[in-house]
């Protein structure tokens, strides 16, 4: 029988109390003792788990014994100081996006995982998801090119508000700009490690990014122009102003046809100009991303081969990130 994988969870808000859920759905990881400096938080994710032991502290879930990786899903900022504490402890670590926007902070975590051998990897859903792979067989460097060339990207994000109605519970930081917050760092990094993913180092072009006058919340709309070497990547996000609540739509579009995907990779459309059938047409993929993304980091906790982004992976993301938002 295949050894169960024991998994502390520090950050029990909005994702962390979601993965608790997704983690009681499996039996490969078995979330066993959780801590969050807010007790309510804790107290909620315990009625919903009660089996769950509840640590008095960070360094106390990482001593737990028999445990083999840390999940960390506190705002960004708490990163990288878990992810060291879980580092000493020897764990295996399964952090939330976006990194950190402390990139010494991040360039230490990549230097031990470089040279000690610890495992580190970070939640960015799509890396398991069935658009991706599409994506790579179309445009990546192992592809024999079924569409022709690559010529643009375009990405479409808005927002009917933010924070989103089902991240309303999640703290200030959220809509905060100097705490990790806003929607680029949120949201726009997912579809930026898909593109880094596929087509490697971008170069920022033209960009504008509109904040409101207060100097405190986080950015209301954004305007880009990247370059993959020489494919353009267009982006256009904004909050508000749209009755179309929460859209995002990604094309790639290459010589003989394109491939346009929506609502988080769940529609994926590919379609050769000349209208010959391709592989994969038309797909509906619900959720099995997020099945292999538990099977992914079990993966990464035993040193096995994974899809899951590596922290020099999501820093390069973050890197893009953090430049767009400046003025
Ligand atoms: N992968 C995804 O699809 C996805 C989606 C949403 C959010 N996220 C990411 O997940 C992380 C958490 O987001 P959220 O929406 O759950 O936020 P949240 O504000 O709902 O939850 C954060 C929790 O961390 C706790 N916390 C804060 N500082 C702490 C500390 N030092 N030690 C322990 N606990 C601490 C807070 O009390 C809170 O309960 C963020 O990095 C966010 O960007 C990822």
């Avoid at 579809?191 to 072009?205: A, E, T």
Wanted: negative net charge; contains cysteine; proline residues 5%.
């Amino acid at each position: 029988m295949t050894e169960t994988l024991k998994v502390g969870l520090i950050g029990l808000g909005v994702m962390g109390r979601r993965m608790l859920d997704r983690l009681a759905a499996q039996q490969r990881l078995e979330a066993v003792t959780v801590w969050d400096s807010d007790p309510a938080a804790i107290a909620a994710a315990l009625v919903a788990h009660p089996h769950l032991r509840a640590a008095a502290d960070a360094e106390a879930v990482v001593a737990t014994p028999g445990l083999a990786s840390l999940y960390i899903a506190t705002p960004p900022a708490q990163h990288m100081t878990l992810t060291e504490l879980a580092f000493d402890a020897g764990l295996a670590v399964f952090c939330e996006k976006p990194l950190t926007v402390d990139f010494d902070a991040a360039e230490h975590a990549i230097h031990r995982i470089e040279h000690e051998g610890r495992r580190a990897a970070v939640n960015f859903a799509l890396a398991s998801s069935p658009g991706l792979q599409v994506l790579q067989t179309s445009f990546g460097a192992a592809s024999h090119r079924p569409l022709g060339t690559l010529r643009e990207v375009n990405l479409e994000l808005a927002f009917a508000e933010w924070p989103r109605q089902w991240q309303s519970a999640a703290g200030p930081w959220l809509n905060e700009r100097h705490s990790g917050g806003g929607f680029t760092r949120e949201v726009l990094s997912h579809f930026m490690f898909v593109v880094q993913r596929v087509l490697g180092p971008v170069r920022i072009g033209a960009h504008r990014i509109s904040y409101p006058d207060d100097g405190v919340t986080a950015e209301i709309a954004l305007r880009a122009e990247l370059h993959a070497g020489e494919v353009p990547v267009r982006i256009d996000a904004r909050v508000g102003h749209d009755e179309r609540a929460d859209y995002n739509r990604m094309s790639w579009r290459a010589d003989e046809g394109e491939v346009e995907l929506t609502s988080w990779f769940r529609q994926i459309e590919r379609r050769r100009h000349d209208g010959q059938p391709t592989a994969a047409d038309s797909q509906e993929t619900p959720d099995v991303g997020q099945a292999d993304q538990l099977t992914q980091w079990a993966a990464m906790i035993e040193g096995r081969s994974h899809s899951l982004p590596g922290y020099a992976e999501a820093l390069a993301v973050q890197r893009t990130i953090e430049g767009l938002l400046k003025p």
